[in-house]
């Protein structure tokens, strides 16, 4: 309904308000005074009535009500007729016509069409992601936000084809935000190694968070850097639009074919060591860089598994290596595995690299590059409450090492509190632990029976001294590197653990590596099988695994503590 409220004298004779919500539905005409247009309104606000004033005179402005301010004080058309002047319609009928379709039309609906259209919007922008941020030639957009600052969404700049007899880049992986640290370690080891590390003979960068390429084929390929991951050596490059063909292209590049006379060297010779591998000796990892850090659900992840099953399908009709053997309950490695990587620079270009693994040990399932784990990552979190977060640390570096202690394995942890490393012990092996720390330990582990409390120095204690208890040593004290080494070497020296787990913390946020070789070198003068790594964990500081070379430790089965972060085949 609509009302044209017309504006009359004051203290005119007008109608009740009443009266004007008897008539029919339709437009109507009110004269009436000011009191009149401001009681008709209220009751049009609560009634959702369509009110449109004509006139000067009302002053308040109401919710709900149209103003059209115009110098009228009559009009031909009469208090309770409808509209009969013709000439009068012909010159408000633009006026009705908005009226009508005001007064018709559902604001409240077309507001819930819009929420539901804008929510509809943003689950298909969520679910689209991924194929959002592209460009057609297959690079991430960059976001740019209301500070100017620019986040690297994808691997830029995207690597060259690979060419015959061309060079062949090696990749490396690392914790995110240490990317630089790793080609500072790279570019130390090249230099000592007698390689030209120059701007010009020695090319290292940083593609994306946590993956760092090297140029040049200068690196062996048993290569180990502290601050990697994952290796990927003498990788190929290739290109192509479907699935399938970026398949193709892989095996191509990589072992090549029989029929094809011009081939590369090393092609031909990856062919031949792929068909004298046992069977089940070849393992396959599909990878995207979003996994470098650690995101769960890394763009791109889709696709690449695609291409390892399609991989996997190919390879399994020519080479044994890549069938399947049955399994007999056991995580025996095969001998002399082979590991396949590939990973997505962009939906259309790859990069591969086939190798074999080296036992690295102490375990006889430490390899490197790591075959357990793809890009070195193991999901090492416990939904329990624990002392503190520490004890990621130490459940990446038994992973790593491969060995565990036993039942009869007595732990020596130097500076336990709270007891982060002290949970872990006890937890998954439930073995006997002597802690030792200035403070105590958490509650819990205080009332355990099988934790032993010290309170003490960690850097002067001494074990018991007993010829058949095998001894582990774990440390994650604060302290100087000078402190770390005197650690380590008086531990050796003695031979009071047949392996040991010890952190080193830096100072500032570059490593100390002067000091880092200096305590690998002490070590390993002293008959102990040495390994330092920068887990994903760890912060500003490394994690030396220490053996012993003549004592055969426990092997860890698989999944003990960690699990692979991403899948492989």
Request: glycine share 6%; hydrophobic share 35%; aromatic share 8%.
């Amino acid at each position: 309904m609509i009302i044209l409220l017309l504006p009359a004298e004051p203290w005119s004779d007008v109608r009740s308000v009443e009266s004007v919500w008897n008539v029919e539905c339709g437009v109507w005409s009110v004269e009436c005074d000011i009191m009149m247009c401001v009681r008709v309104c209220e009751r049009a606000a609560r009634k959702c009535v369509i009110c449109i004033y004509l006139g000067t005179y009302l002053s308040t402005k109401i919710s709900k009500v149209w103003y059209i301010h115009t110098p009228v004080h009559s009009c031909p058309l009469s208090t309770r007729s409808p509209i009969s002047n013709l000439q009068y319609v012909s010159i408000m009928s633009p006026l009705f016509l908005v009226s009508f379709l005001l007064a018709t039309s559902n604001r409240e609906g077309r507001r819930h069409k819009d929420s539901l259209l804008k929510s509809r919007r943003v689950r298909e922008d969520r679910d689209n992601l991924g194929r959002n941020r592209y460009t057609r030639d297959g690079i991430k957009k960059k976001s740019v936000d209301d500070g100017s600052t620019q986040r690297q969404e994808g691997v830029l700049p995207l690597p060259d084809l690979t060419i015959l007899n061309g060079p062949r880049p090696t990749y490396f992986t690392c914790r995110h935000g240490y990317e630089d640290t790793l080609i500072d370690e790279i570019k130390r080891y090249a230099s000592l190694a007698g390689a030209k590390c120059v701007d010009r003979d020695f090319v290292a960068t940083s593609p994306y968070p946590g993956l760092v390429r090297v140029d040049n084929d200068i690196l062996p390929k048993d290569y180990d850097p502290t601050y990697a991951l994952q290796c990927m050596p003498q990788c190929v490059v290739v290109s192509s639009e479907s699935i399938k063909g970026i398949a193709r292209e892989v095996l191509s590049a990589l072992i090549g074919d029989e029929t094809e006379g011009d081939v590369d060297e090393r092609t031909r010779l990856l062919r031949k060591q792929l068909l004298k591998a046992e069977k089940g000796s070849l393992i396959i990892h599909p990878l995207v860089p979003g996994m470098c850090k650690g995101q769960a659900k890394p763009v791109m992840q889709h696709r690449s598994s695609k291409i390892g099953e399609e991989l996997s399908k190919i390879l399994r009709q020519t080479f044994p290596a890549a069938r399947k053997t049955r399994s007999d309950g056991s995580d025996r490695m095969q001998k002399d595995p082979l590991l396949l990587q590939v990973m997505l620079q962009s939906p259309s270009i790859a990069v591969a690299s086939l190798t074999k693994c080296q036992c690295v040990g102490p375990g006889e399932s430490a390899y490197w590059p790591n075959l357990r784990y793809p890009l070195g990552l193991a999901k090492v979190d416990i939904e329990e409450r624990m002392p503190s977060s520490a004890y990621r640390k130490l459940m990446e570096s038994v992973e790593c090492m491969g060995v565990c202690p036993t039942q009869t394995t007595v732990v020596v942890d130097l500076g336990a509190c709270p007891g982060g490393w002290t949970s872990v012990m006890r937890r998954y092996f439930d073995c006997r632990v002597i802690a030792v720390d200035r403070s105590e330990l958490d509650p819990v582990l205080m009332k355990d029976p099988m934790t032993t409390f010290i309170k003490g120095d960690a850097f002067v204690y001494e074990p018991p001294s007993k010829d058949d208890v095998d001894y582990w040593m774990i440390s994650d004290v604060i302290a100087y590197p000078e402190r770390a080494t005197e650690l380590l070497t008086r531990w050796c020296t003695n031979k009071w653990a047949s392996n040991m787990i010890v952190t080193m913390k830096f100072q500032g946020n570059e490593p100390d590596f002067d000091e880092l070789n200096t305590a690998v070198q002490s070590v390993e003068k002293l008959g102990y099988h040495c390994r330092v790594k920068h887990f994903f964990n760890n912060k500003n500081e490394v994690t030396f695994m220490v053996s012993r070379s003549d004592i055969m430790p426990a092997t860890l089965a698989l999944g003990n503590l960690g699990t692979p972060m991403f899948s492989s085949m």
